[in-house]
């Protein structure tokens, strides 16, 4: 069981307080002299029982007071996991032990927010007499209890033995996990945006919808991917050799409805991590929670129209799913139209112990780019900021991008929480980009 804990005290935002217990903005004082609250000791949440056969991972924030004293005032729920996940989340945070905030030599009251993340907890085996009982156990029932002499108390016997499972991936403080009420609290365009939802992550799409994002993280320019690796359901995105460079990635294949979670891992440290992660590592989980049918349309700015339709049968696993999306868009200049398409079809079979999960995807993108402009032509008026030059070669520039991949899984988990993983995937790939870097040195000539 892991804890994700992050301490949220931005300038503009913190609030701390006085001796005489009024609020005072934090940003009045030099941060030189203002110091947050640190966490000593924190003792992981208990995971709620009657959410374990769901397999959820979610991250509970809270609001609380650390005194003068370093104790607690009150504990707030701020983003909800639901009653069970809030109310472990504040007896564990009640738990935890904090050093006060500081302003000077002066220890202050502060208020600050904290993020609770829960993972499935280590299985454990306890044998109790002739009794075995598998799960999150953390200690054992006696057995009926047998007085040795008169007027003694009664003395207990049990045996336990306590196998813990090897855990499936590694984790540390850089180590992030956003689930789905995370990835819905704010509308997102594609799946590379909801990459945003890490801290230190900044994605931007500068040449149309066939060519994939550009990507930073924790101060590393990524370009199109090449410094992180990307990967989805463990098959990977990054291609090794690409006309954009080594690493290149297009996430736009991926329906961000049908996005379970999402794992963001910032450094390298985890031996699993493949040779483009310099910066760090990102993982999306496929599975739709919200089971049925559903079709939906929306449009917005720059004659932009998306269809989707995900449908999600009943009773069946969430990894049991299939999509299909639908965009086309005029773009916010000259030239920067574009029309993508993809469609997703996900199978679960077998039980928790042994699963396979089939998934077939395919993708196509075709976007018009306006591409580079030269300064002099923009300052000297011939050609607006978000236009495009009135040559042949400019205004036919164009990106297109194919894409198409068949993946199976296998699962596999043991009662003594052995588990393990065997994967087999083939990808195929097509990216073709008619555009002119010269700065409209060379040109075509138009004859009269």
């Known amino acids: 069981m892991a804890l994700a804990l992050a301490l949220l005290l931005a300038a503009s935002s913190a609030r701390a307080q006085n001796d005489a217990g009024a609020a005072v903005d934090a940003s009045s004082f030099d941060a030189s002299v203002l110091h ?111 007085r040795h002499e008169e007027g003694l108390a009664d003395e207990v016997e049990a045996v336990a033995t306590v196998k813990a499972e090897a855990r499936s991936e590694a984790r540390g403080n850089n180590d992030y996990r956003l689930d789905r009420k995370l990835l819905e609290a704010a509308p997102h365009a594609d799946a590379a945006d909801l990459l945003k939802g890490a801290p230190g992550m900044v994605v931007t799409r500068i040449e149309g919808d066939a060519v994939g994002h550009r990507l930073m993280l924790r101060g ?73 049918a559903r079709v939906s349309t929306s449009y917005g700015r720059f004659h932009t129209y998306r269809e989707l339709a995900v449908w999600a049968p009943e009773g069946q696993p969430n990894e049991t799913f299939a ?42 993108a075709r976007a018009d780019t306006a591409n580079v402009l030269r300064r002099d032509d923009i300052d000297a008026g011939r050609v607006g900021f978000y236009d495009v030059y009135p040559y042949p070669t400019a205004e036919a520039q164009n990106g297109a991008s194919l894409r198409a991949q068949l993946s199976a899984k296998l699962r596999w988990r043991g009662d003594d929480g052995a588990n393990g993983e065997l994967s087999l995937f083939s990808v195929f790939n097509d990216f073709r980009l008619l555009a002119n870097y010269t700065g409209f040195t060379q040109r075509s000539q138009i004859e009269p």
């Open 36 to 146: 947050p609250p640190r966490v000593l000791e924190s003792p992981p949440p208990l995971y709620p029982v009657a959410h374990l056969e769901h397999g959820e991972h979610p991250t509970v924030v809270l609001k609380i007071t650390v005194l003068a004293d370093g104790s607690l005032a009150d504990v707030n729920v701020e983003h909800t996991a639901g009653e069970d996940f809030d109310g472990a989340a504040i007896e564990a945070v009640r738990r935890w032990r904090f050093s006060p905030g500081m302003r000077g030599e002066q220890p202050i009251a502060s208020r600050i927010a904290v993020a609770v993340h829960f993972e499935l907890p280590e299985l454990a085996t306890v044998e109790i007499g002739a009794v075995t009982q598998v799960g999150a156990v953390t200690e054992a029932e006696p057995m009926t209890p047998h």
């Open 220 to 292: 590393f320019d990524a370009d199109h991917g090449q410094d992180i690796e990307l990967s989805v359901d463990g098959v990977p995105v990054n291609q090794p050799s690409h006309i954009h460079g080594q690493g290149y990635a297009d996430l736009g294949f991926v329906i961000p409805e049908t996005v379970r979670s999402l794992r963001v891992v910032e450094g390298v440290y985890d031996p699993a991590q493949g040779d483009f992660a310099v910066a760090g590592s990102a993982d999306f989980e496929l599975g739709v929670e919200q089971r049925g």
């Open 323 to 364: 999509a299909v999306q639908f965009r086309k868009t005029r773009g916010f200049g000259q030239n920067r139209a574009a029309t993508t398409g993809s469609v997703v079809a996900q199978g679960a079979f077998g039980t928790s112990k042994l699963r396979l999960i089939l998934h077939g995807s395919a993708y196509a």
